[in-house]
């Protein structure tokens, strides 16, 4: 049974650097891809980026400035680090195995539990 | 990017009522949606792939039907279990995006 974990701080000051881990259990990171999701409290989801065991990344344009997507294989990690971060970056963040049978066919399966992360002084 | 659509925004309806969620693309996207539930608190759990594909373990009253930029989610017998908000994301292009939801309560 696949399981993802999210762990990290639940409180950073604006302008720093938001970082995040996730770790997996019950398969073998290098197997798939990986993605991060967000959720701003009271609101919908937003796709932050997904990273693939050898280190290929995909990132959402309206955050790729500020973001890192990295992958540890050795500790069955993958980790999210978001600079420069203000109020809006406020939301639950999600981890998720990235299925994609085809550039076109994929879904986020399953999820870590999401961990909330504020952004306030 | 493409831009999802939900309607409605939330909707309530008793135990064993035929539910019915619209999902609309802002271009064509052909069968690639997804529909995801979540549970008050809990993390969203994939529910139908490929607009009507439905996972393993999924109840057989949901069911996912559209292609092209119309979609929809039903549910033909409403248990009070299926208190949830449900999400449709295409996949058709990055940035992969979510439609806003729709929020489910049983009268």
């Known amino acids: 049974q696949v399981q993802l974990q999210e762990s990290g701080p639940g409180l950073v000051k604006p302008a720093e650097t938001l970082s995040l881990t996730c770790t997996v259990s019950?398969?073998?990171?290098?197997?798939?891809?990986w993605s991060w999701i967000r959720q701003p409290p009271g609101k919908g989801l937003e796709w932050i980026g997904y990273?693939?065991?050898?280190?290929?990344?995909k990132y959402n344009p309206s955050l790729k400035s500020r973001l890192n997507i990295s992958v540890d294989t050795s500790k069955n990690q993958f980790s999210l680090k978001l600079t420069s971060v203000t109020a809006a970056d406020t939301a639950v963040y999600y981890c998720?195995?990235?299925?994609?049978?085809?550039?076109?066919?994929?879904?986020?399966?399953?999820w870590g539990q999401g961990t909330l992360v504020s952004v306030s002084s | 990017d493409i831009q999802m659509t939900q309607s409605p925004s939330s909707l309530s309806a008793s135990v064993g009522d035929r539910v019915t969620i619209t999902c609309r693309a802002s271009?064509?996207?052909?069968?690639?949606l997804n529909w995801y539930q979540q549970k008050p608190g809990k993390a969203p759990k994939f529910m139908i792939s490929?607009?009507?594909t439905s996972q393993s373990g999924v109840p057989s009253r949901f069911s996912g039907s559209g292609s092209g930029t119309d979609f929809t989610l039903t549910i033909t017998s409403l248990q009070p279990e299926d208190l949830a908000t449900y999400f449709c994301?295409?996949?058709?292009?990055?940035?992969?995006?979510f439609g806003q939801g729709t929020k489910l309560e049983i009268k």
């Open positions: 271009q064509n996207i052909s069968n690639y």
């Open positions: 994301q295409q996949s058709y292009s990055s940035p992969y995006t």
């Open positions: 490929g607009a009507s």
């Open positions: 019950g398969v073998s990171i290098s197997s798939y891809y």
């Open positions: 998720a195995r990235f299925r994609m049978l085809t550039p076109y066919d994929s879904w986020f399966d399953p």
């Open positions: 990273i693939y065991y050898s280190g290929s990344t």
